[in-house]
């Protein structure tokens, strides 16, 4: 082993040594004419393939029996192909069936002649096994929907606000979970309560066990989509619209009196997303409410102007916890003396990305404020005359109810109500109870104790969900397949693909831009080319009528690709790969101002559009009109793929989702099911078949030439793009880094030495061996890596070097590429994703 060599290299190597068919170095032909060394080589190569034909069939027995149907047959193939073969002499597919498969492969491989020999994508993939029964997803009526018996009126929110949802937000009824949360929030019993008493004891201090038996916290609980957000925020601007008309005429509200509410959420986006929600409110609050005035700091914004932000006043205020803490610390003029709301949205994954000691010290500075207050100016103070409640109310929102959760909700919040989409749980008594340790009974609460926590969350019921089981080598061209097939049954589709890494997102984002036009060729590449061409023009075997133009990937232009790079400023690009469709790309690399924008455009689009994004776009982000989602690396832990498909099917509207498998990871339906999930099994056969039959196949038999003609052609692109080369070795690399994160439970699911590293490659459409991934070297290729070409590759590198492809937002992305030994001990955390 050299000595950058470690066990994964060896892995690499070994792995992928039963997939090729390679001439040893010592038959090489050498010197004579160029035609005699590729007869030569060619005769070798038939020696060879003859060998191992006889053990191909035995292996590849499973993935043979299905696709008998492929018709192609070695008798038929004309004389001119078999001279074509001879010249390209590139790949052996190893089987007769699967001739027709060659032809599509060649293609992609023309320029590799004697570099790599590459694999069929449909022999020796492993046995796809026989999907646990699905319950069959039949209640479909929707679970997140507006209420059409219901109104806003009845719940007794302000009038004038309500004119405006209705007539510019399009919101005219409530929500279950807005219909039992709102009236809760809205503290009724605090205006009683004001008209008559106060909240003193009897020596006349501020009795916070009184106030809190009328104002109660709540801890909101309900299916994704569900409009938890209106929840919370409606009843925060309904009271302070409220208390700004009730007030006093000398005394009326302003500004000034500096942040009444704070929204703490776990990415940007949300924040983002929050802030935006609160700018309608605050305008249909009319403008006798000017004071009320939303605001946002989060990480990645400049902090000097967050700053003058605060000091002008900031009413209702969006914000992740990292900068929130900051801000309280150290900008003297952000005033939280009024605060009367803290809202934690999403908090279970709050405390995922680790912001529990944050939040803690957080709540504390809260707390220690509030007393400093109450010492100094006593509690009847300016804002109390505003009909606000009396304390500040904590709320906690979240679409599961894991243990850290429930920990969460015990400590920071005070005489909870517990509301579900169904009901309203426990009262003051029994929360009482529960913090002092009592026993209580089940009914009463403060949390329902029967529920096993990851058991207890909705998916909303009209979402369809399904589980695709892909051999690796498959995996690229059947999301090729899913996306077009998406967008041809639905042309407007807005699909949002879920990956592992950033790497594999900037790379998905760079391929499937680029990928589907003919790069500009090199002679001997126009060359190989044209003998393609010639190949499929004169009829190879399948039906003697084939032509260039049955497939649209070729009728594309051939623009110079090999300059094509990566920009930071390409918010969107038009897809060549998935024709109509405009990308994204959406990750927690990307600088803040990227992010948003991104985030802006893709929720904006009018047309059909694809977004690639991490984990970071699973949580709360609410993307209006997202059809479908494909998870085409599977989440890590069962709340990730619940938040994850919550991205589409949102309130009441129809959606669906795609879970992508290895044939490994099936058994991740166990689970699944074990948690109440039972996605539909769904074949890649029927994605891949669907695709060929719209795009010119005239047999059901042609689908797997077809697949073989998009991955040639990705492959083709990635071999003649270096900016695309470099970004599949990296996610490449950083995904299998990725895979090794998998949460325990889960580990022997998704083992990382059960992955076929070498089959793996196609899914990023490499033609390198892995090991040449892992060490730059290849054992054939540098044969020919004359001075010349390594003269061009380090001019190469050292323009990339100069001249960054795209500028990181942070220093290291999650999961971006580093020491290979890290994929056996990870030593490099997930990188959060906000602040
Ligand atoms: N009553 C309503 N009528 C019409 N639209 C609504 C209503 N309530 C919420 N919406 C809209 O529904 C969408 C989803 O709401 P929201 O993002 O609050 O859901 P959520 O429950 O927080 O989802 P997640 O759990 O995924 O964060 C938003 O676009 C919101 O404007």
Redesign the pocket.
């Known amino acids: 082993m050299s000595a950058g060599d470690d066990g994964l290299v060896l892995n690499f190597a070994t792995d992928t040594g039963p997939t090729r068919t390679m001439i040893p170095i010592n038959q090489k032909p050498r010197g004579g004419r160029w035609k005699d060394r590729m007869e030569e080589r060619r005769k070798i190569k038939s020696e060879i393939w003859k060998a191992r034909k006889q053990t191909d069939r035995q292996q590849t027995g499973v993935m043979q029996a299905k696709h008998t149907d492929v018709r192609a047959s070695e008798s038929n193939i004309g004389t001119q192909k078999e001279q074509s073969q001879q010249a390209l002499s590139t790949v052996d597919n190893g089987n007769q069936a699967n001739n027709t498969n060659r032809r599509a492969n060649n293609a992609g491989y023309l320029s590799q002649t004697n570099r790599h020999i590459v694999s069929s994508l449909f022999t020796r993939n492993p046995e796809i096994p026989t999907l646990p029964q699905s319950a069959g997803q039949e209640n479909r009526v929707s679970s ?1 929907a ?1 209420i059409d018996t219901s109104s806003f009126e009845g719940i007794g929110l302000n009038a004038g606000m309500l004119e405006y949802m209705s007539n510019k ?7 279950a ?2 219909q039992n949360a709102i009236p809760v929030l809205i503290g009724k019993p605090i205006q009683a309560l004001i008209a008559g008493a106060d909240d003193s004891n009897d020596d006349g201090e501020f009795d916070v066990e009184r106030a809190a038996n009328v104002e109660h916290d709540v801890f909101i609980q ?10 919370y925020l409606l009843p925060i601007f309904h009271r302070l619209v409220q208390a700004g008309a009730s007030a006093t005429a000398g005394q009326p509200p302003s500004r000034s009196l500096g942040t009444f509410a704070i929204v703490l959420t776990p990415t940007r986006e949300l924040a983002q ?1 929050v802030l935006e ?1 609160a700018q309608q409110l605050a305008q249909s609050a009319g403008s006798r409410s000017n004071w009320i005035v939303p605001g946002i700091v989060i990480g990645g914004d400049k902090k000097q102007s967050e700053k003058s932000r605060l000091r002008k006043g900031v009413t209702v205020l969006a914000c992740t916890p990292g900068r929130l803490l900051d801000h309280l610390e150290n900008t003297q003029s952000f005033v939280v003396d009024h605060l009367r709301w803290l809202v934690l ?2 908090a279970d994954r709050l405390l995922e990305l680790g912001f529990e000691e944050t939040l803690t010290k957080i709540l504390a500075l809260l707390d220690e404020k509030a007393k400093r207050r109450v010492r100094v100016l006593g509690h009847r103070t300016m804002e109390t005359s505003l009909e606000l409640p009396r304390r500040r109310i904590n709320v906690l ?1 979240s ?1 599961t109810l894991r243990d850290n959760v429930k920990r969460l909700a015990n400590e920071s919040l005070h005489n909870p109500r517990f509301i579900s989409a169904t009901r309203i749980y426990g009262n003051a008594e029994a929360a009482a109870a529960e913090v002092h340790g009592e026993d209580v009974a089940e009914e009463n609460s403060m949390l329902p104790m029967d529920v096993d926590s990851d058991q207890n969350f909705s998916l909303p019921s009209q979402l369809v969900q399904k589980a695709v089981v892909i051999p690796a080598k498959l995996r690229l061209v059947t999301l090729v397949a899913q996306l077009r097939n998406t967008l041809r049954r639905l042309p407007t589709s807005k699909i949002i693909v879920f990956m592992s890494c950033t790497d594999s997102v900037d790379f998905m984002y760079f391929l499937l831009a680029y990928g589907g036009i003919v790069p500009e060729t090199s002679d001997a590449q126009t060359q190989a080319e044209d003998l393609f061409k010639t190949l499929d023009s004169n009829g190879d075997g399948d039906d003697g009528n084939d032509s260039d133009d049955r497939f649209h990937d070729r009728k594309q232009p051939a623009p110079a690709t090999a300059d094509l790079t990566l920009r930071e400023e390409d918010i969107t690009l038009d897809s060549s790969v998935v024709p109509g469709a405009g990308l994204y790309r959406l990750h927690g690399s990307m600088l803040q101002k990227r992010r948003t924008e991104t985030y802006t455009a893709f929720s904006k689009a009018r047309h059909a559009a694809v977004l690639f994004t991490t984990d970071v776009a699973a ?4 993307l ?1 009109n997202v059809t479908s989602i494909v998870q085409f690396d599977p989440p890590t832990g069962i709340a990730s793929y619940l ?1 994850r498909v ?2 589409t099917a ?2 009441g509207r129809s959606g669906e989702a795609s879970l992508f498998l290895l044939p490994s990871e099936s058994k991740y339906l166990t689970l699944l099911a074990q948690k109440g999930l039972r996605p539909d099994d769904e074949t890649m056969e029927v994605i891949l078949k669907q695709m060929a039959k719209h795009e010119g196949a005239r047999k059901a038999s042609e689908w797997q030439l077809r697949a073989g003609e998009v991955q040639s052609m990705l492959e083709r692109f990635v071999a003649f793009n270096a900016t695309a080369a470099s970004l599949a070795r990296q996610a490449y690399l950083s995904s299998i880094r990725a895979y090794a994160t998998h949460v325990a439970e889960e580990k022997h699911v998704f083992n990382v030495r059960a992955l076929h590293l070498g089959h793996l490659a196609k899914a990023f459409a490499l033609r390198e061996a892995p090991n040449q991934v892992a060490t730059g070297k290849g054992n054939n290729a540098r044969a020919d890596d004359t001075r010349k070409e390594k003269k061009e590759k380090r001019e190469r590198e050292l323009a990339a070097k100069k001249k960054p492809k795209f500028k990181r937002g942070n220093d290291i992305s999650e999961f971006a590429v580093g020491d290979i030994s890290a994929y056996y001990a990870p030593r490099v955390k997930r990188t959060k994703d906000s602040d």
Request: glycine letters at 10%.
């Open positions: 997140n507006v937000m399009d919101i005219a009824k409530p929500t979970i807005q309900a299916a994704t989509g569900s409009g938890k957000t209106l929840s997303q929600t949205d999403e929102c679409a949580r709360g982000l609410d209006p938040h919550g991205r949102r309130l």
